[in-house]
């Protein structure tokens, strides 16, 4: 009897990973229809908004159907690296498939198991924005659970008395399809259409190396996974993550994640956000999800054997501030790429902001929230005024108009202050750039140092009185009602704190006036 299985995002039984799964189905399904497909034989597939069709004849057995499915969805390339074919990652784009390996490596398939390894390791190059290239390890794996279903049942002999080929009447769900899931005393089991469905989850979601400042515990890697809601649009922007475009000012186009140094992240928040913005393109449209779960994965006091979930952070698709993140993701968003003693590479993110706004937008914190906590030694301070040119292409896409007009305020200040250290200079035949970093330095130090809103306040409005010569400040003049309003409501102290600081190192309005900090 001819079998067909048809997946609806509808069914009320769906849970998000259910949703996930289905858009990796949808995406694989529709890299086969592309040109240059490897479709599985013998097998009828259609992909609609809603749902994914998937069908055989009398002429094959439900196992024998199934492992052709998995045999045209989950690959190895000739350098034993992990190819999901719903990526639709080109050929050759080996640092883009080194960063899935390795973090597929720590999550759906951290059990050695899992995925059977060569003995040694083997070598990526990468190159850097400098063009210098750094060899990268990683395990060359022979096979990986998910290309025979293994730890599922669903090709295991039929039992006695069921038809040969068949699946079984349950099937079970091992860590390797849904990462970090305990099964406790009894198994997880779920019905066999099911069980096929969630093995595409490692397709729809995306994996991130995390190396985090924010938090405490020590995250390694991210998954997260998308809640999907329109199958066609969610395949098109996850493919469109590993695409080259040359059509953007005549030069190759890569959206930041289908590098290696774009998988790098900083907490799980960020790690989403990147991944939402990518997918979401130039317009951040929803790109057929609803939202995101962000699942920080890593080595946590009570389990030192294995990896385990350590965060879950939900993520939605609508933030007010979202084109700040965007902004400080673009533009400080860079990966550093280091050598260990033994030669070998390893990224960080050369900055934390990108992190720290992400944080706080999953949270609903004001955006600049624990800003501060960046530029409490001199080092850090100093080291972000290197990301100058980065902060002010954030200052100049904030939308809240008292974070516009409290920062405006600030710098309508500095700048006045610099030009009067400019004539002193001048008079007095100081060095001007060293007149400003002290400058610079004693004001940080006052900020931080206020303790109270009143006294935060009042040291705002000296500064602003000492610039002016005790005149008013253009921006002061627009809406002085609004003004003494935000400057002298208490709980606005944490905010004016870390709006200033923010001023104080994103001014970056005329280098002719000011000295050049240069760019992240």
């Known amino acids: 009897m001819a079998k067909e299985l048809i997946y609806r995002l509808a069914n ?35 992909v609609g908004r809603q749902h994914v069709r998937l069908a055989w004849g009398d002429g094959l057995t439900d196992q024998e159907a199934l492992g052709r499915i998995l045999a045209a969805s989950f690959r190895l390339t000739p350098d034993k690296l992990i190819d999901l074919v719903g990526h639709g990652i080109a050929e050759g784009e080996s640092d883009l498939r080194l960063a899935i390996h390795n973090g597929l490596c720590a999550t759906f398939l951290q059990h050695n198991k899992m995925r059977p390894s060569e003995k040694g390791s083997r070598h990526v190059g990468i190159r850097d924005a400098d063009g210098e290239e750094t060899l990268f ?38 860590q390797s399809v849904i990462p970090g899931a305990m099964s406790g005393v009894q198994t997880l089991e779920t ?21 985090s400042r924010t938090y405490q515990e020590r995250m390694q890697t991210c998954v997260v996974v998308p809640d999907v809601n329109d199958l066609v649009a969610f395949s098109r922007a996850l493919h469109s993550i590993a695409s080259v475009d040359v059509g953007r000012q005549s030069t190759a186009y890569r959206l930041p994640t289908s590098t290696y140094a774009g998988r790098v992240a900083g907490g799980p928040e960020e790690s989403a956000l990147r991944f939402l913005v990518d997918l979401s393109a130039d317009d951040l449209t929803r790109p057929g999800i609803a939202s995101l779960q962000a699942i920080a994965m890593g080595k946590v006091a009570w389990d030192k054997n294995q990896v385990n979930r350590s965060l879950s952070v939900r993520i939605g698709t609508d933030y007010p501030e979202i084109r700040v993140f965007r902004a400080a993701y673009t533009y400080l ?10 030669g070998e590479g390893y990224a960080v993110p050369s900055s934390h902001v990108p992190e720290l706004v992400a944080a706080n ?41 008292d974070d516009q007009t409290i920062i405006e305020m600030f710098q309508e200040a500095w700048r006045r202050a610099m030009a009067e250290l400019g ?38 409005l000296r500064f602003c009185a000492d610039a002016t010569k005790g005149a008013s400040l253009s921006t002061a003049q627009r809406n002085p009602t609004r003004l003494r309003e935000i ?12 709006l200033f600081l923010f001023a104080l190192v994103s001014y970056a309005k005329d280098e002719t006036t000011t000295p050049s900090n240069g760019d992240a």
């Open 361 to 401: 937008l999953a949270a609903g914190r004001h955006w600049a929230q624990h800003f501060r906590t960046l530029l409490e030694t001199k080092k850090d301070f100093n080291h972000m005024l290197f990301a100058q040119k980065g902060l002010y292409q954030m200052k100049q896409v904030i939308k809240d108009e």
């Open 191 to 211: 019905p066999p259409e099911d069980a096929i469905l969630l093995l595409f989850l490692i397709a729809g979601s995306s994996v991130f190396l995390l190396r």
């Open 137 to 174: 390890t990683y395990k060359a794996v022979l096979s990986y659970a998910h290309q025979k279903a293994q730890g599922t049942d669903l090709l295991e002999p039929a039992k006695k008395g069921h038809p040969k080929g068949s699946f079984p009447a349950l099937a079970t769900i091992p």
């Open 12 to 46: 009320p039984g769906y849970t998000i990973y259910h949703r996930a799964a289905l858009g990796g189905l949808a995406a694989t399904v529709s890299a086969w229809k592309r040109k240059g497909g490897h479709p599985p034989a013998d097998i009828d597939y259609e």
């Open 333 to 342: 968003g860079r990966t550093m790429i280091f050598k260990s003693a033994k």
């Open 487 to 498: 400057l002298f409501e208490r709980h606005n102290f944490d905010r004016l704190q870390n």
């Open 423 to 460: 004539a002193r200079a001048v008079r007095d035949g100081l060095d001007f750039y060293r007149l400003v970093e002290v400058e610079r330095e004693r004001i940080r130090n006052a900020i931080l140092r206020t303790r109270t809103a009143d006294a935060l306040a009042g040291w705002f």
